[in-house]
Structures are given as structure tokens and as C-alpha cells.
């Protein structure tokens, strides 16, 4: 055999078995990550599928909880939104809706308690009829009054008379008597319109801002979290009194039930911070004088240009002015400097003629 041939053939042998090795290498670790890649993804979907079936509950299902996934997707006119299509897609629903029967089951193993997932009409609008909406409705008002004693003392009537408040108040007065006042009112939703409505008549409303915020999916999605915390603690529990390990198993459930309570406290508490957002809006009141009131005012042309004119002169004077001001607190450092200089250029003048030589004499 020639060198050059043998030469080949060994290449090829060492190539072949480099690709051997990298490839027992590289497969385990491909098929793994694909194995933690389908697990990750498994466990997303159980999540969503808790999430779904807890807001159903809490929602249209009245307690119960659906048989049927494809009701849960939002695809379908009878589905209501809970679920993503490519999960209902993937557990029993084609591309078009069409839904097959399939076993609901519950997040802690223990079937669901379901009712029928049977088509209804208008499945969406009877979702939004019966789930309750959590808005967060807020207003703000400026009102030009002519007297604000008589007006406070109506405005709290009001308030009080719809079922609601005055959380603060901020009240600037004048050699007059009051010039302004800062009003925040804290009124059922349904009771806002009404308050409006009676502000209308009690002087000049200059502004007005309303806004409505739906948090729906957040304080619904904060309920199921907080009811799959209740059932974890439900088992830490059950495992801390049937608990027959070792003390550090027994310290270990501890801890997580400790992380577990404190993370309840804290969604109950975020939970009531919504409720007390939705069942009272914000209305903040800015009421003014009518004496004291001067009402905005567009500028003309020739007003704009006299501004300008004033601003610009307002600002050459400034200029001049701190120009001036610059130069008389230099005068002190320059006579200063003047001094220390004369003396500087004496003493090097001293200094050279000192060390210059004398001429010689002739005998």
C-alpha cells in the first residue's frame, strides 16, 4: 500500500472515530435538554390549566368546574377566554372549535366537580353577563363655585347621603376667605354618576377626567394563586402531622409552611387592595372662587410678540446685571493679583542684579 493511501485511510479512521466520540457526547445532552425542554412545558400547561379551571369557578361556573377543555379555550362561541387555543387544540379541539369530551381533573389529583359543557348560544356574552368585571373606576373635577362655606356643607351631605366619603381635604385661603380648595372623595361606582350629575348644578365645571381600569385578569388570577396556596398548605399540614422522618424533615415542612403563609398573607392582602379599589372610585375635586377665579386665556399674536419682546429684554438686563456683578467681584482678586505680582517681578529683579558681576577696574 502507498503512503499517500495509508495516509487516507488513517485520516478517515480518525475522523470517523472523532465524530464517534463527539457524537456520544452531544446526543445524551440534546435528548436531555428536549426531555426537560417537554417537562418545563408540561408543567406550564398544568399551571394554566389550574389557573383556568380556579378562574372558571370563581366566575360563570358558580363553584363548579368545567368537563369539557375546548369551554375554557377562546375560539369557539361557547368558549370563554380562560385557556389558550394551542392547549385546548392539543386536549380534544381542532382548529375550528369543534370540541371532543375529555376527563377533567383537579390540580391536587381528586377529580373536578363539574357541570356540562354542552354549546350554548352566545357563550362570551353570557360569560361577561355573569362574571363580575372588576373596574377600577376614577374621575377628577375642576368647579368654579361663588361661595365655598354653603358648598362644603352640601358637597359632604351628598357624599354622605351616596354612601361615601371625603378621604382629603386641602383648603388655601385668601384675605377674603377661602380662594381654593382640593376635595378627594372616595363613592361607590354606581353612586359616581349621580355625584357628577349634582356638581353639575352647583357651578361652573371647567374640567372634567374620568378613567376606568379593568383588573379583572389580574385580581382573578391573584384568587387562584391564593386558593392553590391554601390547598399547598392543606398538604403541608396533612404531612406535618403524619410526619414520621427525621427532625430536619420535619424543620424542612415547617419552613415551607411558613414561605407558604407568608406568601397567603400577602396575596390577601393585595386582594383587598383591589377590592377596596373596585368598590370605591376616586373622584379628586379641585373647586375655586369664583371671585378668585381667572379663567384661561388664549394670547394674540400681538401679546405673544410683547412677551417675547419682555422676555428677551428681561433677560439682556439679567445678563448686564450679573456681567456687572462678575467684574466688581474680580476687582478685589485683580488689585490682589497686581500686588503680588509687582512684588514678584521687585524680587527677581533684586534677586538677578545681585548675581550679575562687577566689572573689572583698570590699575
Known amino acids: 500500500m502507498s503512503p499517500t493511501k495509508e495516509m487516507s485511510l488513517t485520516h478517515l479512521l480518525i475522523g470517523t472515530t472523532l465524530l464517534a466520540i463527539l457524537a456520544a457526547i452531544a446526543i445524551p445532552n440534546l435528548l436531555a435538554a428536549r426531555r426537560s425542554a417537554n417537562a418545563a412545558s408540561a408543567q406550564q400547561t398544568l399551571r394554566n390549566?389550574?389557573?383556568a379551571q380556579v378562574s372558571y369557578s370563581l366566575g360563570i361556573g358558580r363553584g363548579n368546574y368545567a368537563d369539557n377543555l375546548a369551554f375554557l379555550g377562546g375560539s369557539a362561541s361557547t368558549s370563554v377566554g380562560f385557556l389558550d387555543n394551542t392547549v385546548t387544540a392539543a386536549h380534544g379541539t381542532n382548529v375550528t372549535g369543534t370540541t371532543v369530551s375529555t376527563t377533567a381533573i383537579h390540580p391536587n389529583g381528586q377529580p373536578f366537580k363539574t357541570e356540562s359543557a354542552s354549546p350554548k348560544p352566545n357563550g362570551k356574552t353570557a360569560f361577561a353577563a355573569t362574571i363580575r368585571r372588576k373596574i377600577v373606576k376614577n374621575g377628577e373635577i375642576a368647579l368654579v363655585i361663588k361661595a365655598y362655606e354653603p358648598f362644603a356643607?352640601?358637597?359632604?351631605?351628598?357624599?354622605?347621603?351616596?354612601?361615601?366619603?371625603?378621604?382629603?381635604?386641602?383648603?388655601?385661603q385668601s384675605t377674603a376667605g377661602v380662594a381654593a380648595a382640593s376635595l378627594v372623595v372616595r363613592i361607590p361606582p354606581d353612586a359616581l354618576e349621580g355625584l357628577v350629575s349634582w356638581l353639575r348644578f352647583q357651578g361652573q365645571m371647567t374640567a372634567e377626567a374620568f378613567k376606568a381600569d379593568d383588573i379583572s385578569e389580574e385580581y382573578y388570577d391573584f384568587q387562584a394563586r391564593l386558593q392553590n396556596a391554601h390547598q399547598f398548605e392543606t398538604r403541608l399540614l396533612t404531612m406535618l402531622s403524619t410526619q414520621t422522618g427525621t427532625l430536619q424533615d420535619v424543620v424542612t415542612v415547617e419552613e415551607k409552611l411558613n414561605q407558604v403563609r407568608e406568601q397567603i398573607e400577602q396575596m390577601e392582602g393585595k386582594i383587598r387592595s383591589f377590592d377596596s379599589l373596585v368598590g370605591?372610585?376616586?373622584?379628586?375635586?379641585?373647586?375655586?372662587?369664583?371671585?378668585?377665579?381667572?379663567?384661561?386665556?388664549?394670547?394674540?399674536?400681538?401679546?405673544?410678540?410683547l412677551q417675547t419682546w419682555n422676555s428677551s429684554w428681561q433677560g439682556l438686563l439679567a445678563f448686564a446685571q450679573g456681567f456687572g456683578l462678575f467684574v466688581v467681584g474680580w476687582v478685589p482678586w485683580c488689585s490682589a493679583l497686581a500686588v503680588l505680582t509687582a512684588l514678584g517681578w521687585g524680587g527677581f529683579r533684586l534677586t538677578r542684579r545681585g548675581r550679575m558681576p562687577y566689572p573689572d577696574r583698570e590699575p
Do not use: C, K, M, W
Open 49 to 51: 390549566l389550574n389557573t
Open 153 to 172: 356643607t352640601d358637597f359632604s351631605q351628598q357624599v354622605a347621603r351616596y354612601g361615601g366619603y371625603i378621604s382629603q381635604s386641602q383648603v388655601r
Open 280 to 305: 370605591l372610585s376616586t373622584l379628586a375635586l379641585n373647586v375655586s372662587i369664583a371671585e378668585h377665579y381667572v379663567p384661561p386665556h388664549t394670547p394674540t399674536f400681538r401679546e405673544n410678540v
